[in-house]
């Protein structure tokens, strides 16, 4: 079964499928029910022979039409469908209108584009870039007007560096664009820069139209040197812009894009010396403040810090040589004091007194030994006085024996030998002396 | 930067000083040295970019569009402000 749509189901439906089909449109046509609402916004149909369709231009699109259209005015319009669901109707947005003529010229703009598209000459591949540092710029516009001025200026006032020239060429009308194509082969063949610009300032369709032309485009593809696009222009594009290999909105924008890299590193070369300054001021600052900071080091500020260490150790070595000092003396008193001591124990009068007392010790000892030996002496010669008695000459006189003694003498001969003939002898006899004379001697 | 020294290897050259000098790795001495090194390479970078002088020139056609030549076969030219006051 069929789903069932509602009204508006079908209109939204629908309002995608032709909208998004016809985002954009150049079609021609003639202007009929003309109609200019207070709000600005125009209205009216395009029609041919056979058909007819509705058409708005918002007054937001309108100031850059030539004039006021009218009933039967033929144009050419760029704009894009649209489906208005309240009314169930479509109709076109007119982006822009262009008057009979001109139709025919965006039509061949458009025809050109898609031709040059399908030769390749607008492949991004193809694009040169732009010398970094430019010394030599050729310009290819009108040499009287305010573009070539405003190039100068933008580049002059940048830079003093730059050799800037012109090739000047009429930008409009009639054999324009052969000037300019000829001029850019011309600074090609004779190698007269390193970039080119090409372009004029805005203008209608038809006045920008020399731009438009494939021999421009052609010229412009087959330069060797790059080639800057600059046409102030109301449509899209034109074809310089889209064959050179880089385009720029208007020619003042140009010499910003050519010197845009010199610029770019002069400014660099600038930021570097800021920062090249910044960094060795940094590091000069730093190493300023380390120094600083090593000034107020205790070292530096109280030198005597610097002898503490061997103050130290002086004191610590005078505190320990004072303590053997201290005991060495004690030492040496203590050995002093012995030495003293056995020096008073060597001293003369006390030797000379123990001696003395040696001597009386001795003397006594002797004494003491001398008494006992002459006891026993006493002893031995008291037992030897019975013994004498016994051998006492009185007693043996007693028992009848004489002693001779000479005349005159009292020492006893004990001889033979002592006497002499005739010589007068004593003879000591029990009871008294006798005297007597040798008459004969016979030895034995 | 000594004359036969491209502008990219002298600028290649300060990039390298650069970073160097940004590394906080270098003595003060040879941060000095640098310094002045990188001084004089941004000297001669610099110089070497505004170094031309400026012209402004028109180049000087014939009727039919041709450049005018001279002797030598080269584009003749004029100043370009000579010829505007002429206008």
Redesign the interface.
Known sequence: MQPILTVTELTLSIKNHLESKFPSIVLKGEISNFKEQTSGHLYFTLKDAESQISCVLFKGNTKNLARRPKDGDQVTLKAELTVYPPRGSYQLLVKEMQYSGVGELLLKLHELKNTLQARGWLSPSLKKPLPK?P?RIGIVTS??GAV?QDI?NVL?RR??????????VKVQGEGAA??IA?AIY?FNQ?K?CDVLIVGRGGGSLEDLWPFNEEIVAKAIFESHIPVISAVGHETDFSISDLVADIRAPTPSAAAELVIGE?SH??KQ?EL??Q???H??LG??KQ?KHRLDSHKKQPYFTNPSFLLSKYALLIDDAEERLREVMTRTLTQRKLQLFGLQKQAAALKPTLQIQSLKARLQQIDKSLQATFLTQLGRKKEHLARLIPHLKSIDPKNLIAKGYCILFPEKENSAILSIKDLHLNSSIRLLLNGGVAKATIGEIVHD | MIENET?ETS?AR?EV??EK??SGKVA?DE??K??EE??RL?SS??K????????????M?QRN?D?ALNESG??Q?EN?AT??RS?
């Open positions: 540092f010394k040499a009287t070539i100068i002059s830079f003093h560096g730059l050799e800037i020239v012109l090739n000047p052969e000037e000829k011309q004779h007269l010199k590193y002069l070369l570097c010396r920062r090249v300054l960094t060795i590091s000069i190493y | 502008f600028y300060l000083i650069l000098m940004n003060l941060s000095l640098l310094y990188a001084d941004i970078c610099t070497r970019l505004n170094d031309a002088e400026q012209k402004i020139e028109i180049l056609k569009g450049l080269q584009p030219t370009f010829q505007k206008l």
